[in-house]
């Protein structure tokens, strides 16, 4: 069933994560209650153009040059043509005005938390049967990604420019300090004492800070704790019971100590990165995709620690995929999947990678010369492929950019006016339901 509001919260909505149906050999794949059916592959070397739409920023442009190169080199009669279309928001407007108006490109990014609305819509081509078709080996991929770009049992997309959040933390520091990052949460407290240090009752030195800016780096808190943002109907919000309300309780104590520090509002993202390169926060969770940029501009050795877990431990996956329109010509589509599957292929993996300065997200590369040339340059990574299979999807709802700038609201107001979190997320959770209810 189409989603009421897709028109209206397609730029950034999200639907429930669905597993991929399996993939084995053939032309046509029958998934859930639809077939995709795709034409047998024939050689076709008659010119054609396809458009490539994109939100890759500047300094990742050599990198995608080079790569639409090398795919015209193998595919002479393929013309591609990227297109830029601003930030992720900017790009899925343009979306749906071209959607709108019959005139889409055969290939564009998508923002990860974005692709089920358009999927759901029928805005998305259904890979599933190139998939099979070409028997494209799925289980290299890290399957949290995998799932991130399907939905109602078809893969709509691949992983192209992924991050996950991740601990960044003073190493230099730790090692004086004769400490480790915690990897679970009963080493917090233990952590925060040994690191923080206050002064005459002020924190001059955080033991780690926490983004309030973006529930993209609180929702793995809730899950971790046991909690859960929606009840398995996805028709109630569970943010108010006991286990999903360990994260903030948690953080609120720790504020309360001076042990910690959040940044909410617009620049709390700059201000965290000076402290941290300031040496005021000992450790910082952020995107991987700027661990470049710590690395560039610390004065001290930089390391990497996944987030620390409790009842699990995961951490989710930001950026952007790559996916076919549904509404592109047919000989554009069979130029398009060859696209698709070049940029995400293994071989150019570690290359795309570097290049970018986002994941690689093929298992098969890390003990590849190249892969092992890669962590050798940037060891901070191993903590994240030491965890691959737990970089899963964000929680996906049509209605989750709205009610969950509910919860983050709730964030703020503790950040900011030291409120009780307890009874303002009690009243959010009122709000929250009031909006699933209507969704």
Sequence with gaps: MKSKKWLTTLAT???LLTALTACGSGGTETTGEKTAEVPPAVEDNTPVTIQYWHS????????VNDMIAAFQKKYPNITVEAVFQG??????????????????????NVEVSALPSFADSG??????????????????????MVQAYSYDK?????????????????????????????QKWSEIEEFNKKVAVKENGKTTRYAFSVPGWDTWYMDPWISNGGGSILNPEHTKTLLDQPDSMRWIQNFNKWLKDGSLHMGYGKGASDTMRQMFLDEK????????????????????????????????????????????????????????????????????????????????THKSVLNTDEGKQYFAKLPQYKAVFDNFDNVVGRPQHPAYPEFSKKYMEVVGKMILENADPEPTMKEAVKEINTILSES
Excluded: C
């Design 13 to 15: 909505s999200s639907l």
């Design 56 to 63: 890759h920023a500047d300094v990742q442009m050599p990198a």
């Design 87 to 108: 930030a992720y928001a900017d790009l899925q407007k343009k979306l749906q005005a071209a959607i709108a108006a019959k005139d889409v490109p055969a290939v564009t």
């Design 123 to 144: 805005a998305f081509a259904d890979l599933s049967g190139y998939i099979k078709r070409d028997k494209v080996d799925m289980n290299d991929f890290s399957q949290g």
């Design 154 to 182: 078809k893969q709509y997309g691949f992983p192209l420019i992924v991050s996950t959040s991740v601990m960044i933390y003073n190493k230099t520091m730790l090692d004086k300090l004769g400490v480790q990052p915690p």
């Design 281 to 360: 926060v000992a450790m910082v969770q952020h995107t991987s995709a700027v661990l470049k940029t710590y690395l560039q501009n610390a004065k001290f050795e930089v390391g990497v620690s996944f987030i620390p877990g409790d009842k699990e431990r995961k951490s989710h996956i930001g950026g952007a995929g790559i996916v076919m329109m549904e509404g592109a010509q047919a000989k554009q589509k069979e130029a398009a999947w060859k696209f698709i599957k070049f940029m995400t292929d293994a071989e150019h993996n570690i290359k795309w990678a570097e290049g970018t300065g986002y994941l690689p």
